[in-house]
């Protein structure tokens, strides 16, 4: 089960087909998704932590924390993929349309630097402190995700930037099929 904590909020939303990268070939895409979903990018800030998450249903099928280290790579006019070491895996995005794809990758890059500027933060502020946190130890308190907090109600739904799959379904093309040329130019991406 995804869970937020209390101080996890969407903040930018589409709608996608969701794949995942065929674990047993590494080459083929399997989709997670029968049809468009919403996919939500999350800031956590009690954590100052940035996650994708998308559910089909009241199935996760995207919880990736996005890290300094990852990158969005548009492989089609439609299609883009990224490499997530922590859940060992590569998620591709059909999109609707070129736009949606590249407003996406436009927050994928922006909450990406933010993720940096963060950890750059974080670090300083550990190398300052020499005295123990003085966190709660309760810890996060936690609340299901459920699809109504991800996908929205009707009204919300219908934003702008939430769109309903009105064209064809996005697949996979043939240059994002052979991910395994790309380790070579690509070495963060690696999946073990």
């Not at 990158?71 to 070491?85: C, E, I, L, V, Y």
């Not at 550990?126 to 936690?142: C, N, R, V």
């Amino acid at each position: 089960m995804v869970r937020t904590s209390n101080w996890e909020q969407p903040i930018f939303s589409t709608r996608a087909h969701v794949f995942q990268i065929d674990p047993n070939t590494k080459k083929n895409w399997v989709p997670t998704s029968k049809h468009a979903v919403t996919v939500s990018y999350f800031y956590d800030s009690t954590r100052n932590v940035y996650r994708i998450i998308s559910l089909d249903g009241s199935k996760a099928i995207i919880n990736s924390t996005i890290t300094p280290n990852m990158t969005f790579t548009k492989t089609s006019q439609k299609f883009g993929q990224w490499a997530d070491s922590r859940a060992n895996t590569v998620y591709g995005l059909g999109f609707s349309s070129e736009h949606h794809l590249s407003k996406f990758a436009e927050k994928f890059q922006e909450f990406k630097e933010a993720a940096r500027l963060a950890k750059e933060k974080s670090q300083e502020k550990m190398e300052l402190t020499s005295t123990p946190s003085q966190e709660s130890a309760g810890g996060d308190i936690q609340s299901p995700l459920t699809p109504e907090s991800i996908n929205g109600t009707d009204d919300e739904r219908a934003t702008p930037e939430v769109t309903q799959n009105s064209e064809p379904r996005a697949e996979p093309t043939q240059n994002a099929l052979p991910f395994t040329h790309r380790y070579r130019f690509h070495s963060h991406i690696l999946i073990k």
